[in-house]
Antibody, heavy 120, light 107 residues
Framework: EVQLVQSGAAVKKPGESLKISCQGSGYSFTSYWIAWVRQMPGRGLEWMGIIYPGDSDTRYSPSFQGQVTISADKSISTAYLQWSSLKASDTAMYFC??????????????WGQGTLVTVS | DIQLTQSPSTLSASVGDRVTITCRASQSISSWLAWYQQKPGKAPKLLIYKASSLESGVPSRFSGSGSGTEFTLTISSLQPDDFATYYCHHYNTYSQTFGQGTKVGIK
């Protein structure tokens, strides 16, 4: 079964660092992009950026460039989203998602269960 | 960056109603538009891709249309399981975006 499993909920203080993860299984992890999507409480979906684990090619939405870092460790089929200094406004649910087509920027048919980050 | 604007932001409807949601792009995106359904506390679920192609396993009461800058998602006969929030999504680009969402509630 193809799936993305995300790390558990995190509660942090402003100024702290955090790295959340998204582990893929059931498919060739290096052949598909992985995207990160933010959903603030009661708000809509926001596309943050995307990484191709095969060569670590990474692209960011202008809204998130410089605010977060997306990375991947293909040896353990895991993508990451990290912050160096959290703000209260980073409080949100974060989803990882995989496009349907290998190598392509396709629609997302596989999603992680979400990681709730609370900064307070 | 391309912006997607959905309308309405919320709507109230009854079971059996025909529901239409619109998504407008700030510039032409050809047919690179998808629709997702999201329920509270859950990940989004893909409904429609390439503007009008129905994802496998999605009921045929859902349909999509449009190209260029104007797109619609139609639910032909609203069912109890359809009360949720719907998002359009511009993909096939390194600068992707979602619409702000349309919440479909019970009248």
């Amino acid at each position: 079964e193809v799936q993305l499993v995300q790390s558990g909920a995190a509660v942090k203080k402003p100024g702290e660092s955090l790295k959340i993860s998204c582990q893929g299984s059931g498919y060739s992890f290096t052949s598909y992009w992985i995207a990160w999507v933010r959903q603030m409480p009661g708000r809509g979906l926001e596309w943050m950026g995307i990484i191709y684990p095969g060569d670590s090619d990474t692209r960011y939405s202008p809204s998130f460039q410089g605010q977060v870092t997306i990375s991947a460790d293909k040896s353990i089929s895991t993508a990451y989203l990290q912050w160096s200094s959290l703000k209260a406004s980073d409080t949100a649910m974060y989803f990882c998602a995989r496009p349907r087509a290998d190598g392509g920027l396709d629609v997302y048919d596989i999603w992680g269960q979400g990681t709730l980050v609370t900064v307070s | 960056d391309i912006q997607l604007t959905q309308s309405p932001s919320t709507l109230s409807a009854s079971v059996g109603d025909r529901v239409t949601i619109t998504c407008r792009a700030s510039q032409s995106i050809s047919s690179w538009l998808a629709w997702y359904q999201q329920k509270p506390g859950k990940a989004p679920k893909l409904l429609i891709y390439k503007a009008s192609s129905l994802e496998s396993g999605v009921p045929s009461r859902f349909s999509g249309s449009g190209s260029g800058t104007e797109f619609t998602l139609t639910i032909s006969s609203l069912q109890p399981d359809d009360f949720a929030t719907y998002y359009c999504h511009h993909y096939n680009t390194y600068s992707q975006t979602f619409g702000q969402g349309t919440k479909v509630g019970i009248k």
